[in-house]
């Protein structure tokens, strides 16, 4: 069996793939836009990236987008930085994520769960008034358009409530979840000038109460820009002086208005991890995300009000906008808050089996911890209801697949989804209709034009090139906060390939259409001129019980050498002895080549990380080449900065 060609590990029965929403767009795009009524996904794509704009204005038909305006044409300007989506087009995104509260008032909309696990539910209807009130109170705040809300709040109902009362204004909103320390915040809120700040009085985590009130008080003194803060309760406490009370502002019976915006309009503003410099204000529109999140979660996710969509995250990843978004698509959403192993590794199984999650979403490295722990999801819980799991943050191993494959269900779809805070949104992922396959992302996603590119800029298939999007999306950004000249942002996409996206990612598409992801193009492993991606080798070393995480770098050292070390963070009870050293080895030169295998396997106290979970392989790269830490990172942007030191110290020694 070639390896290119393997069996799938999963096929779409004829059934799920009439049924899927994919499909009967398809049929109907074919009736009323000239698509291509055969040759299924992959002639779906040709034509949604070939015709762009009447792909997009097919999706806004097939999904009843309300524009209040209409626009002159779909694409005004298709050139990259600076497509214009929809122009003279209006709408509002609110309106739109509370639509399915006419037919389905007493349903749930949202379903709340904390570490107790027991779901408790928000009907459309009490979302809807709830937004109603508090959009009515910000303008009493003279909140206008363009305003920005911020929030410091964990994965609650408030959070939800609160983003879809500042867009029903026509506000912005931006958020950070309140495990990041007051200098993370103030590095991203500052940027912003928020005249709002909702906020938490603590918040609960792996059982334990965490006060977070003297870190909002340093944040009411660090943004003078704040005309009104938020108090919610979650711990009890009395709001603080001067602020308002979350249950008073959201008291009232009124329906809510929706201002209709520009096409283009602010949405959101989200951040990058920042682990150098200042973290990205990335600016997304009102239209670019409602149209986008449509796509990927009717099409492509295939959900609808049958479903209850979950997906572990906090208000400081750009995944938590997107489980918002599912509303758009009348589907119940579920928000958990909490820690994703308390009381125990397989607490998020649990969660899917209260909820009765359809879509469970999750990060590849939560399901390696669950392989690791010997969880048995199928065996232990009901995930009768669960027809996808999903998973991001970093590629699913092929081990990840397996075991899902094994332990939750044979005939599970896995959809492991690659895209970036940068659009909000996949550059690949999943498709309802197509078959999976071992270690692979089953195809790119419609209306994206996905490549992989060589340094010359010629596309490539079955190799290793550069993951970049040759035409515009509308969920792109439209702008960084304080960055008049639009330098910034176009440094950050399309410097080296110019009016291309290039994303900073190693990517191979398979000559099937499927999608390999290899890591961060930036962090590249590169020895004798082969490109290697660190994910590969994280797959093979961590497979092995004594290693608890790894990292890797590769430095061009000043003589023309290379030197590429293994970091190994050791598991309780282990020891990095010769027998261990050489099984490491062994293992790398065995199951990917002698060239994977590093030069030097060193032991260190932990593996840091960004916020939202990354390993952070450049800012360690930096340190190692002699940058000074002050220099090399952002330190509001790391779970743990003292394991920063260790290789610092590192670094010195080897000087």
Known sequence: MSTLNPQPLWQPDPERIAQAQVTKFQAWAAEHHGAPADGGYPALHRWS???????WQAVTEWFDVRFSTPCSRVLGDRSMPGAQWFPGATLNYAEHALRAAADRADQPALLHVDETHEARPVTWAELRRQVGSLAAELRALGVRPGDRVSGYLPNIPQAVVALLATAAVGGVWTSCAPDFGARSVLDRFQQVEPV?????????????????????????????????VVHIPLLGTEAPDGALDWSALTAADTEPEFEQVPFDHPLWVLYSSGTTGLPKAIV???????????KQLGLHCDLGPEDRFFWYTSTGWMM?????????????????????????TGAQWQVAERTGATLFGTSAAYVMACRKADVHPGRDHDLSAVKCVATTGSPLPPDGFRWLHDEVRDDLWIASVSGGTDVCSCFAGAVPTLPVYVGELQ????????QSWDPSGKPLTDEVGELVVTNPMPSMPIRFWNDPDGSRYRDSYFSVYPGVWRH????TITSRGSVIIHGRSDSTLNRQGVRMGSADIYEVVERLPEIKESLVVGIEQPDGGYWMPLFVHLAPGARLDDVLLNR???TIREQLSPRHVPD???????????????????PVKRLLQGTPLEKAVNPGSIDNLDLLTFYEDLARKRA
């Open 49 to 55: 990236v070939e015709e762009l704009e009447t792909f």
């Open 196 to 228: 709002v700040l909702f906020t938490v009085d603590g918040y609960r985590y792996g059982g334990k109460e965490h006060d977070r009130r003297e870190i909002v008080a340093e944040l009411r003194r660090e943004l003078p820009s704040l005309r009104a």
């Open 284 to 294: 997304q529109s009102q239209g670019g995300i409602l149209v986008e999140h449509l």
């Open 320 to 344: 938590w906008n997107f489980l918002v978004s599912g509303l758009l698509t009348g589907t119940t959403i579920v928000l958990y808050d909490g820690s994703p192993g308390y009381p125990g």
């Open 443 to 450: 195809a790119a996603c419609l209306g994206t034009d996905l």
């Open 504 to 507: 900073g990612d190693w990517i």
């Open 584 to 586: 490491i080895k062994q």
């Open 600 to 618: 030097e396997i060193i032991e260190v106290p932990g593996v840091p990380h960004t916020l939202t979970g990354k390993r952070i392989e450049v």
